[in-house]
């Protein structure tokens, strides 16, 4: 009898050890996800910036041309 309580609870044990082995891999997976993600952001970020920048040069240069024609 006290054998099979063991054996039960080392079962349970390692029900749970898969459950949460499983549960971290799928973690592990959203994690990689939201990093690619991330990254991919970042670079569509530095993209805006570059363009906006580009614009407020071209915007600040075609502006003090019409200063300097008055």
């Known amino acids: 009898k ?3 309580e063991i ?3 080392c079962k ?5 050890l898969i459950s949460t ?4 891999e799928n973690k592990e ?3 990689s996800s939201l990093q690619r993600e991330f990254s991919k952001l970042k670079e569509e970020n ?6 906006l920048q580009t614009w407020r040069q071209r915007l600040e240069f075609t502006l003090s041309q019409l200063n300097d024609l008055n």
Not at 21 to 24: K, P, R
């Open 21 to 24: 082995e499983a549960q971290l």
């Open 12 to 16: 349970q044990l390692s029900d749970r």
């Open 7 to 9: 054996y039960e609870g």
């Open 29 to 31: 997976k959203e994690l």
């Open 46 to 51: 530095q993209h805006q910036k570059e363009v």
């Open 2 to 4: 006290e054998l099979n």
